[in-house]
């Protein structure tokens, strides 16, 4: 179900969770904002940490609401919400509205959300990142969803300014770095491996590159490079780059291979190779030193003659590729 059949702006997006307590007389309430490509990879890392069985469930009012539609709207006949990794959807709407409500009765623990959209052609395709939310139980049966990892404030709307506050701090320079190495690794003759920190200035994000006299920044939500003469130049939205970066495999496999190239030129030579896609797997052999690299079911895999050694998940060593940019 995860194909992008478009590839939209990220934009604010909400959930509003509704907990049902028997015992209690009233409702909560909870909104959890969700600003960027990095929120959803925080709460996907989240997701892989083991969590113990759940047997309570409690019954929640979800009401989502969203700013955008595909360009391809008018072949879009409705939205459909699922929880988990539940097949069937929990909830949906057959028309081009852009909020839909439901009652559910959710695990309580650790939840994800997801949105998909139905096209006239019987297709359906991801609509949305997932919300990811906790559902807890105390002693006294009060039942309110808590965002994950939250800021430690006791008052809710303290709770709130302080996540909107720390992802947007976080994801102007984040998105940058990202940016700057994947340009850096797939046009190094352009943009050699730069190991001086990033500026910035009055907003902007900037990375030089002495040998070719450019440099590449980020402004407003935009890429891009400036020539030697100082004229920038767009290369286009940052969330659309990001969106195409982590949702294409082929694209994960050329930045995760070219930097192990880039990091150990002696082990991975002579480099680059091409790409080769067999089934689900992406992978380059190198026949200097027999190594192979391939990235299957999200993992990332050194072989040799001997043994083959998991390096990693491929969305987790892609955020900490970022890094060397710093």
Known sequence: ?????WKPFIRPATIEVQTHSPSAGCKQRDKLHHYSIFSFLAA?????????????????????????????SGQVLGYRLYINDHPEAICETHNLSKEMQCVITAPIGTTSFSMTALFSDGSETSHSIPYVIYIEQNNDQDKSPHPINPPKYDETQQIENSLHQRIISLENRAKAKL?????????PEIFSLNTHPIMENEGK?????????????TDNNELYYMDSDGVEHSFGNVDE?????????????????????HLFPSLFAPSPQTTIKTNDMYYRSYPKTGATVAINA????????????????VDNLLLGLSEISS
């Open 1 to 5: 179900m995860s194909f992008l059949k």
């Open 205 to 217: 994000f900037y990375q030089s590159y002495p040998m070719s006299g450019l440099k590449l920044l």
């Open 298 to 313: 999200e993992k990332l895999y050194y072989i040799n003659q001997n043994q083959t050694i998991e390096l990693g998940n």
């Open 241 to 261: 780059w990001l969106i195409m970066l982590f949702a294409d495999e082929e694209e994960k496999s050329a930045i995760l291979f070219l930097w192990l190239e």
């Open 44 to 72: 996907a890392i989240m997701l892989l940490v083991p969590i113990s069985p759940i047997f309570a469930n409690d019954t929640v009012t979800l009401h989502v609401e969203w700013d955008y539609s595909p360009p391809e």
């Open 179 to 187: 940016l700057f190495c994947w340009s850096e690794l797939l046009f």
